[in-house]
T-cell receptor, first 107, second 114 residues
Framework: GIQVEQSPPDLILQEGANSTLRCNFS?????LQWFHQNPWGQLINLFY???GTKQNGRLSATTVATERYSLLYISSSQTTDSGVYFCAATYGQNFVFGPGTRLSVLP | DTEVTQTPKHLVMGMTNKKSLKCEQH?????MYWYKQKAKKPPELMFV???????INESVPSRFSPECPNSSLLNLHLHALQPEDSALYLCASSLGSSYNSPLHFGNGTRLTVT
């Protein structure tokens, strides 16, 4: 099956800093999503981005499907950005999740 | 606010109890999913219903029994669980198959088996 990897596994930032999270996948995919799981366990849909670039406020994402990776950019980070960021790629009818990047934004 | 509603938010049950988790969406989505998430791990797929028919069962033990009464509702019936089944159970839905539509998650049910 498809393998999904994320880097870095952990990231600590000072409030206001920028960061880039990476997601690599082992096979071509039809669908890729980024999620943020907050400390209360809620999984929030950030981007549905099989290819191309999208922006939503301080967050943007780029997927280069031919090279099998996706990037999530967080600019001017805030403490509320803390949590775990997952990418998930489709394999059959399943969304396969990467292991996540745990982000801590310090005030 | 999430458009996928899960109840209850928390559940504590003994190993001999029978309980059910409920999930509801009114977005007209035709695929619904159950995921299980252990602490510090990503969600793992348990079941997929597509157009109210079970299409994927990821070798889940029979003590977990899914049910899809209609296109808006998804239940997970629990019986004779083990302490290692304690986890966050997440319901999700998508408009169609995973090939072409995003996944929307509920807030989850945090289950503790004693």
């Amino acid at each position: 099956g498809i393998q999904v990897e994320q880097s870095p596994p952990d990231l600590i930032l000072q409030e206001g800093a920028n960061s880039t999270l990476r997601c690599n996948f082992s096979d071509s995919v039809n669908n890729l999503q980024w999620f943020h799981q907050n400390p209360w366990g809620q999984l929030i849909n950030l981007f549905y981005i099989p290819s191309g670039t999208k922006q939503n406020g301080r967050l943007s994402a780029t997927t280069v499907a031919t090279e099998r990776y996706s990037l999530l950019y967080i600019s001017s980070s805030q403490t509320t950005d803390s949590g775990v960021y997952f990418c998930a790629a489709t394999y059959g009818q399943n969304f396969v999740f990467g292991p996540g990047t745990r982000l801590s934004v310090l005030p | 606010d999430t458009e996928v509603t899960q109840t209850p938010k928390h559940l504590v049950m003994g190993m001999t109890n029978k309980k059910s988790l409920k999930c509801e969406q009114h977005m007209g989505h035709r695929a619904m999913y159950w995921y299980k998430q252990k602490a510090k791990k990503p969600p793992e797929l348990m079941f997929v219903y597509s157009y109210e028919k079970l299409s994927i069962n990821e070798s889940v033990p029979s003590r977990f029994s899914p049910e899809c009464p209609n296109s808006s509702l998804l239940n997970l019936h629990l019986h004779a669980l083990q302490p290692e089944d304690s986890a966050l159970y997440l319901c999700a839905s998508s408009l169609g198959s995973s090939y072409n539509s995003p996944l929307h998650f509920g807030n989850g049910t945090r289950l503790t088996v004693t």
